[in-house]
């Protein structure tokens, strides 16, 4: 209790930015009811987050009870198997209208169209809500409705700067709209249908996009992407590097772009070299493409050249780890967040980088699938050699002898 007491002897103003890093559950439950001082205080706080992803039922219920929505500034639904019926049970205590100071809403795999419904149709009330989040939805949690109120709440706001969706979602841009926001993601690009021409001509403002290329680009009808600066694109095509420049070329503002892709035309340091916009700072890639198309060395050369080593210090990693028939090519630190990994003992199946590698390349990677199958088939082959008496090729293979246990293998 004595630690309580210097706490409350603490000026308001410090015990507020103190809130803003605490969760809201923990505020509630450790903070409320010590004396009339903080409580004052945590009834004033108006910078809630409430993240009610993967939370538990008694502190879902506890944070609603103690909740006043104009306090929120954050708001998280999610029917994911872990909150099963948390849309159907938050409306029946709130709705969204009443979340006046709301500027971050998240909806995550919406239980069906009607709780959708419900809730995009009170967005046009939040003067401050920035940005907006529905994902991992499924084609059952939407309908014709949905679309129709979404659109014509995309056109009329001006306060909506971030827009992140589903895939699912694409049929959206079959509507006419016209939207001021400046940022648009897809949470899950397989999915993602839309024609690049279509977003643009919906969302002319666009800074940052992530989205894929699943169709042809109409060049020709291309609007005008000179606000651009951002752009992550999965391409899941077969796209000629013509394409590829042609796209690029009306870029003239990109500062960031991230490319995903498979094509053996993609291995050339020297293409990219001519078709990047002039102004670009970081360039992120993986590309893949099957081993038999690559000549590794006159790979390497196109991307050691001043252009990428002194000019732009971007360097590169080609891996042969990943798929036994697979190569890729991918710059350094790895880009994206899932790390599949196949170890092997093969010699010829290794990885060799423009720099010699001084520290973690990883460092973004937040999942790791490791797949055993062929070291474990490698190992067993080696153990039968081994029973045999293979001496010569074992003498061959002694690097890789002193690293690999046998004894695992033995019944």
């Known amino acids: 209790m004595s630690s309580m007491v210097g706490l409350d002897r603490l000026p308001i103003e410090l015990i507020h930015k103190i809130l803003n890093y605490l969760q809201t559950y923990d505020i509630f439950i450790s903070l409320y009811n010590i004396n009339t001082y903080i409580n004052t205080i945590i009834n004033t706080h108006d910078r809630y987050q409430l993240n009610f992803q993967s939370i538990t039922r008694s502190n879902f219920d506890l944070i609603l009870r103690y909740i006043n929505p104009c306090q929120v500034i954050s708001l998280t639904l999610s029917n994911m198997d872990d909150t099963p019926g948390q849309y159907q049970l938050f409306l029946s205590l709130f709705t969204v209208k009443q979340f006046l100071r709301l500027q971050t809403l998240r909806l995550i795999q919406p239980s069906n169209p009607i709780d959708l419904n419900q809730i995009l149709t009170d967005l046009h009330t939040l003067d401050s809500l920035q940005s907006l989040s529905i994902i991992h939805c499924q084609p059952t949690s939407v309908n014709q409705q949905t679309f129709l ?24 841009f079959e509507y006419r709209f016209l939207s001021s926001i400046n940022h648009l993601y897809f949470n899950d690009n397989i999915f993602n249908t839309i024609p690049l021409q279509m977003i643009i001509t919906r969302m002319p ?103 990428w080593m002194h000019r732009k210090h971007w360097y590169v990693m080609l891996d042969y780890q990943m798929n036994p028939t697979m190569t890729h090519l991918y710059s350094l630190p790895y880009c994206d967040t899932q790390f599949y990994y196949r170890p092997t003992i093969d010699p010829k199946r290794k990885c060799r980088s423009s720099i010699p590698i001084k520290k973690s390349y990883l460092e973004n990677v937040t999942k790791v699938t490791i797949d055993l199958s062929e070291f474990v088939t490698e190992v067993k082959f080696l153990y039968e050699l081994k029973r045999k008496n293979l001496i010569d090729y074992f003498s061959r293979m002694h690097y890789y002898h002193r690293r690999v246990s046998f004894r695992i293998f033995r019944h």
Do not use: V
């Open 205 to 307: 403002y666009l800074k940052s996009l992530d989205t894929a290329i699943t169709s042809k680009i109409n060049s020709i009808h291309l609007p005008s992407l000179i606000h651009l600066t951002r752009l992550t694109l999965t391409i899941f095509i077969e796209m000629k590097n013509s394409e590829m420049k042609i796209l690029l070329h009306p870029m003239s503002s990109l500062l960031f772009l991230r490319i995903i892709a498979n094509g053996k035309q993609w291995f050339n340091g020297h293409f990219w070299e001519e078709c990047l916009p002039l102004n670009l700072r970081i360039f992120q890639f993986n590309f893949c493409t099957q081993s038999i198309h690559i000549n590794e060395e006159m790979i390497f050369e196109t991307f050691q050249t001043s252009f």
């Open 149 to 172: 109120i979404l659109s014509s709440f995309l056109s009329s706001s001006t306060s909506l700067r971030r827009l992140y969706l589903s895939g699912t979602l694409n049929t959206l």
